[in-house]
């Protein structure tokens, strides 16, 4: 294809997970699919005439004074309805937020404007945040997820929207739960092409994705159910794992394994699995998620409220699997992937040094469990593309242009530039520590802003 | 004295750390020194009248809208030169932290122009950010301290502003510490004088407040002379206590006893005294602290960083010591006390918790660690308060009128508010966990915008 846009400026990302690179005055050419067609720097040939012939066409956006780009941001992990409630009820006990807050909510979906006028919202917020990519969990109604659906493919975020499913009685509320089995099946089954055959989404821009809740809210049938589903329709899956003790236990209990092992008895562990949280996998869960290609969704921001630990996010990069990170709106306080990256940063600290003082220092954390704001950003971005097998979160030929425009000197910014102190890595580890979406000044999905 | 001004609206704010309250439609009238002396709300004798004389008088500032009015925030602990590293060099270890980055850094304001230029900024982003009350270590330098006392009151914020004494030659560095011992006392000494006499520093707006860096870094000779001078001059104190496992212990070899007892043994610990961290202190030195009625900074933000442990909050909250909130900028990321906040409650919930998910549930963490945001809010407020002696924080008669404007609805803010779903509590908790500078459209200090 022949290049359709040009983007000019300097480019800051995270090639791989301890790689920052600037590239200073680059030129960014987009075909009009939105894929990257080639990157020259000043010093390759033809930089010049590229950079002229884009101007003179009329199809160049520049990177002004301090600003830069920045790959957009990749969220794992997005409870879409449960947007009305973001920053409230985390003092609340498990079991209240669930029973008295977040499944009542949830049921209102039913009303499919109550839908359009929330989801609107939050596409609309998760976007001015930089959140190019999207992974989302919606309810059990059909209708409302068509709806989140199609509003990501008019508000041209790229999205993976997901039909929830949970089916058991003795867990899920008479109010708000499938009417059956088979229905709950069907519904899925229906959801999947509903979202594939929105007219417009051609580019598969808006993915499917099979959302069995979690392993407790499911019975056998459906869980297997959607595994058959899965294969069928080669459709991306979704699901909570090993979030909470409990969580975790109630699955050893019902099935003698873990929810890890569970999940995959069930067809449910494929290249295409994002897996929320898994909090208290061990070594063996992660060997199988590795070797199926799985990914893992690292909540830190909720995790700190509901599963009772830190994820062991360095083992689990050490054991190379694929993760990246999610704000689990709304178990967690906010709507921005650089709050995920700043809480996966601290997280990792306090899980390295441990958190009480009366244990002595040798025996109160886990050592080598920091990651670095490189790494952080690496999850937040190209982390999530590798978990979606997608070629997304890079300034790289063949990736999609999904990116961000940053300028450090936006008014209400706190970001400080002290261009005698910090360095271009200083600036970056300055905007991912303070940036807020005052400092986004532009947001582009395949090339289209 | 008579009203000067008065301010209309809703009024949000914790009179203790377990009540959140809200004034709806209510006039606070302040006396021409800054200082409220009624509250009406419209059910009371004289509030029309009122509200009319004010409006007439052109006296009157409403909180527009769904705007309304909270206390100034007060941060405990700030390293005022330290402000151009904010967000940067946080993937170091502590040492080179400190000797490559930090202490180089502090060393440059003896150059004055340098620290007009950086703490112009700082103040200006502090009270953007709402912080109308700070307590700021400077730096060894005389001039420069004065520099930062000045522009905080020709800014109109209220500060405690300490010249930082270390002249210990084993454990400072050579190019930025005391020139002797004597030296370091006469400049501590004198700039208390140069703080008070201040032209225009009538109503002690901003106070000095000696300042040993901590322990470590100070002879006894000179621990001595501080302590003869907060009692000579009836003058506050701030200094770093059991911060981290090295601190602690490293006092404990030199002296014998605790961080907080040799402090007290050297007069230091009095009504005026602020602690930063206190991270390891246990229940005797709770009880010196609580005996002496000094108060405590909690620095949850740069204690993920640096401290190595979870300050035991709840603990220090049970046994009634006085508690607020420090940004500890740049140990931590941000110079927003709602940041303070948010980590102060994430923190909480993970001591509770504990963070090693191969430990078993019972054993992983500290019962009843949690607080909520109501807690954390009194704590960044009217906490902060408690622990300086002065009647901030609150809207109540007598108190200063120290107070930021909120406005959930600014442009790029996150705070999303559901007219139909959420309380006016709920608001106020989105709020603590959403807002940024965006949503700060206006601060005063003693009345003064």
């Not at 449960?82 to 009542?104: N, V």
Request: glycine letters at 8%; proline letters at 4%; charged letters at 20%.
């Amino acid at each position: 294809m022949t290049t359709a846009q040009c983007f000019a400026g300097r480019f800051i990302h995270t090639p791989a997970p301890d790689q920052l690179q600037v590239l200073e005055q680059a030129l960014v050419s987009v075909d009009s699919a939105g894929v990257i067609v080639s990157i020259l720097t000043p010093q390759q040939d033809g930089y010049s005439q590229s950079v002229a012939a884009a101007r003179e066409a009329g199809t160049l956006t520049r990177a002004e004074g301090e600003c830069f780009f920045i790959p957009g941001l990749v969220d794992l992990h997005i409870h879409a309805p449960q947007f009305p409630q973001l920053g409230k009820a985390l003092h609340l006990p498990l079991e209240d937020w669930l029973q008295r807050c977040t499944f009542p909510l949830e049921a209102r979906y039913s009303d499919v404007e109550f839908a359009v006028s929330v989801y609107s919202s939050l596409i609309d917020t998760l976007l001015a945040n930089g959140t190019t990519s999207a992974v989302y969990f919606s309810t059990i109604h059909r209708e409302a997820t068509a709806v989140l659906a199609e509003l990501c493919l008019q508000k041209h975020q790229r999205a993976w929207v997901g039909r929830v499913a949970m089916d058991d009685q003795g867990q899920c509320p008479d109010y708000y739960r499938d009417a059956s089995t088979e229905q709950g099946l069907l519904d899925s089954e229906q959801s999947i092409t509903d979202i594939r055959n929105l007219p417009g989404n051609t580019a598969a821009r808006v993915q499917a994705i099979l959302t069995p809740r979690f392993i407790p809210s499911c019975t056998d049938a459906m869980l297997q159910g959607l595994g058959e589903l899965a294969r069928r329709y080669d459709c991306p899956v979704q699901t909570h794992c090993s979030e909470s003790d409990w969580e975790h236990q109630y699955v050893l209990d019902r099935f003698g394994v873990s929810d890890t092992e569970a999940l995959d008895q069930f067809g449910l562990l494929t290249r295409q699995t994002v897996l929320a949280h898994s909090n208290f996998i061990g070594s063996s869960d992660m060997s199988v998620i590795k070797q199926r290609g799985s990914g893992i969704a690292h909540c830190p921001m909720s995790n700190a409220y509901f599963a009772g630990a830190v994820f062991p996010l360095r083992k689990a990069l050490t054991m190379g699997l694929n993760v990246g990170l999610g704000t689990d709106i709304s178990g967690g306080p906010s709507a921005s992937q650089f709050d995920s990256c700043r809480c996966a940063i601290a997280a990792g600290r306090m899980l390295e040094s441990g958190v009480d003082a009366s244990v002595s220092a040798d025996q109160r954390g886990i050592a080598d469990s920091r990651i670095d704001y490189i790494e952080a950003f690496y999850l937040a971005t190209a982390g999530g593309g590798d978990v979606l097998n997608s070629p997304i979160g890079k300034f790289e030929t063949g990736y999609h242009f999904d990116a961000v425009m940053i300028d450090p000197a936006a008014d209400n910014s706190n970001l400080q530039f002290f261009e005698q102190l910090d360095s271009t890595e200083d600036l970056f580890q300055k905007t991912l520590y303070a940036a807020t979406r005052s400092n986004i000044v532009g947001v582009w999905v395949d090339g289209a802003k």
